[in-house]
């Protein structure tokens, strides 16, 4: 039985832990892709996973920035691409392709209303039960916490931003 995973809360760690629990099931020969919504910066996690046989990664190949940023033209070509990234993940799924399906920054693009939220929630409330589901990201709604088997709330106690430290390689990307 292949179960779905939630990663959310506001602290630092979503990411880090969806792809921990990719590089343990690559470990176990399990085939895993991880769709990156609302990322295209190049990082240090993305360069490693290169290296690992059983990892796919997609992705956008444009970095939009912040939403508050975004003009109403980015927002329709994000919403494209994320739309592209989720019709993928949706066949692979039904077609059987990988064992594993990460969708990272899920929740970002479902709430800021840059994804095609019936298909969304589609994929996630009617999933085959022959692919593990893996969604990170900020507030999910109810839905997708009743529908999800694990939901780990990871929640900010302290952190270096608040104290005027920036983004560090290695580290935050």
Not at 19 to 41: C, D, E, S, Y
Not at 138 to 154: C, G, H, L, N, Q
């Amino acid at each position: 039985m292949k179960l779905i995973h939630i990663y959310c809360g506001n602290g630092k760690g979503k990411t880090t832990a969806a792809l921990g629990l990719a590089l343990r099931a690559a470990g176990a020969g399990m085939r895993v892709h991880i769709f990156q919504f609302m990322k295209g910066n190049p990082t240090s996690e993305i360069e490693s996973l290169k290296f690992i046989p059983n990892i796919a990664v997609s992705r956008l190949s444009k970095n939009f920035g912040f939403i508050s940023l975004m003009t109403n033209d980015d927002k329709k070509k994000i919403t494209m691409c994320h739309n592209n990234l989720l019709k993928t993940a949706h066949s692979q799924i039904n077609g059987q392709q990988f064992d594993m399906i990460i969708i990272d920054e899920f929740f970002a693009a479902y709430n800021y209303g840059l994804v095609d939220r019936e298909l969304a929630e589609h994929l996630v409330l009617n999933k085959e039960k022959n692919c593990e589901l893996i969604l990170t990201g900020r507030d999910p709604s109810e839905k997708f916490i009743t529908a999800a088997d694990y939901v780990s709330e990871i929640n900010a106690v302290k952190h270096p931003y608040k104290n005027g430290i920036s983004a560090r390689k290695g580290i935050e990307y």
